[in-house]
């Protein structure tokens, strides 16, 4: 087949995948992870079931795609914030942020425990941890944060901390979470 | 039969499962939780296969009764704690350190994940939540500690934040982590 045809089938094929995936999204924010269906999946994307298999073999593999997608995207989003223009600890503060306010979406069960063991996850915790613990190490070289913790275990506090933003139901008491973890991070001299 | 035979059958019995969940939590320790296996756990404790099978169903049974038996002797253990003489962020201290120490203990991967989603586990939760919100209630009054935030939050803070202890390999992390959580406790008109 001629070049063209090839990237023309390429093109195809990935738009039918991000389809599936758009739709993936739609079910799993209408009714959780559970509700992602073969069926459901084909017929909300407007394809038909035969196709969907030659995409993804179950709905596992389908919930898996969309939460790699879903991760990576998260990552750019946090690694965009990381790079904005200010100090050191107004970018961990933005990026602590918007770190609470996806873990607040989070989903829970045995579905979403088993998602989150996917090696994707292990690789986008490290980027993330890999990304606070410079953002921390700056912040206390200028005299911002503490600096007699190493910043990678600052950096585990952090993410471990923000997970209680699952638990929470207002806007208010996730701001409040982000504001008492960024107080254990302030220089020891000042706290006492 | 009359009521001591089977007092004496009941003991027998209690006496018998005391042993395969003592059993169970040497090969935990020694291999982990896949190494777990009905024949090891006959083996070990003394007992043929069959005796086992009338305890327990299977190698999950017997790790679920084994983790039943863990949560409810951390829960004891840090409720006893909580009860010691001193003033209220003296004990929340303890409680956090014990607390850090016992997830520090814990293991990873897919059985973990599974054992963590029993009820038993909500339960324990629900009841140390209650038990440091107590206690971040009494400290917040006496003016040791921050009120311009919710105990029911700050406890889901100090939970949440402690589970980092899971990756530290040494106990002066372990307290670096709880000397940092428990800074983001303090008045807030002191840390800044």
Same mark, same amino acid.
């Given at each position: 087949?001629?070049?063209?045809?090839?990237?023309?089938?390429?093109?195809?094929?990935?738009?039918?995948?991000?389809?599936?995936?758009?739709?993936?999204?739609?079910?799993?924010?209408?009714?959780?992870?559970?509700?992602?269906?073969?069926?459901?999946?084909?017929?909300?994307?407007?394809?038909?079931?035969?196709?969907?298999?030659?995409?993804?073999?179950?709905?596992?593999?389908?919930?898996?795609?969309?939460?790699?997608?879903?991760?990576?995207?998260?990552?750019?989003?946090?690694?965009?914030?990381?790079?904005?223009?200010?100090?050191?600890?107004?970018?961990?503060?933005?990026? !602590?942020? $918007?770190? =609470? #306010?996806?873990?607040? &979406?989070?989903?829970?069960?045995? /579905?979403?425990?088993?998602?989150?063991? *996917?090696?994707?996850?292990?690789?986008?915790?490290?980027?993330?941890?890999?990304?606070?613990?410079?953002?921390?190490?700056?912040?206390?070289?200028?005299?911002?944060?503490?600096?007699?913790?190493?910043?990678?275990?600052?950096?585990?506090?952090?993410?471990?901390? !923000?997970? $209680?933003? =699952? #638990?929470?139901?207002? &806007?208010?008491?996730?701001?409040? /979470?982000?504001?008492?973890?960024?107080? *254990?991070?302030?220089?020891?001299?000042?706290?006492?």
């Amino acid at each position: 087949m001629p070049k063209l045809w090839n990237e023309t089938i390429d093109a195809h094929r990935a738009a039918v995948r991000e389809a599936i995936l758009d739709t993936t999204a739609k079910l799993v924010a209408e009714g959780g992870l559970r509700s992602v269906t073969m069926s459901q999946v084909a017929e909300r994307t407007g394809i038909g079931r035969a196709t969907l298999y030659k995409y993804f073999s179950d709905a596992e593999a389908v919930l898996l795609a969309w939460h790699e997608r879903q991760i990576a995207a998260h990552l750019e989003q946090l690694s965009d914030i990381s790079h904005q223009t200010g100090t050191a600890v107004e970018r961990l503060t933005a990026v !602590l942020e $918007a770190y =609470a #306010g996806i873990a607040r &979406q989070r989903h829970g069960g045995e /579905l979403a425990a088993l998602l989150h063991q *996917g090696e994707h996850v292990t690789h986008a915790e490290q980027h993330l941890q890999g990304m606070l613990q410079h953002l921390l190490a700056q912040a206390a070289q200028a005299g911002d944060l503490r600096s007699d913790v190493p910043p990678a275990e600052l950096a585990q506090y952090c993410l471990h901390a !923000l997970t $209680a933003a =699952a #638990g929470l139901t207002s &806007q208010a008491a996730v701001t409040r /979470l982000v504001s008492v973890t960024l107080d *254990g991070l302030r220089p020891h001299s000042l706290t006492y």
